[in-house]
Nanobody, 114 residues
Framework: VQLVESGGGWVQPGGSLRLACTAS????????MTWYRQAPGRGREPVAT????????DYASSVKGRFFISRDIMKNTVYLQMNSLKPEDTAVYYC????????WGQGTQVTVSS
């Protein structure tokens, strides 16, 4: 099992980024998948979750209305569209199953600053 995150970078406040998480070794449509983030000096927190059916999605209150999780089953990839980014969104972003049972990938750094 491997999770590879990509798409991070530096962006000014108000900007957008689209993160991707490509999974190997399992099918993402058989598990609820979650994007997590870890800001400097803080613990890892869930940001957005999509259930295995894709019919239910949940967001942390801090990102609701700005971030959108989706998936491409054919590509076995989960996405996180991040809009209206704020400096407090600066973190390393990871994906994993909702129960965080798999080994963590390297994450992708998102930096929001002017």
């Amino acid at each position: 099992v491997q999770l590879v995150e990509s798409g991070g970078g530096w962006v000014q406040p108000g900007g957008s980024l689209r993160l991707a998480c490509t999974a190997s070794g399992f099918a993402i449509n058989r598990y609820a998948m979650t994007w997590y983030r870890q800001a400097p000096g803080r613990g890892r927190e869930p940001v957005a979750t999509i259930t295995l059916t894709g019919l239910s999605i949940d967001y942390a209150s801090s990102v609701k209305g700005r971030f959108f999780i989706s998936r491409d089953i054919m590509k076995n990839t989960v996405y996180l569209q991040m809009n209206s980014l704020k400096p407090e969104d600066t973190a390393v972003y990871y994906c994993n199953m909702r129960d965080a049972s798999q080994s963590w990938g390297q994450g992708t750094q998102v930096t929001v600053s002017s």
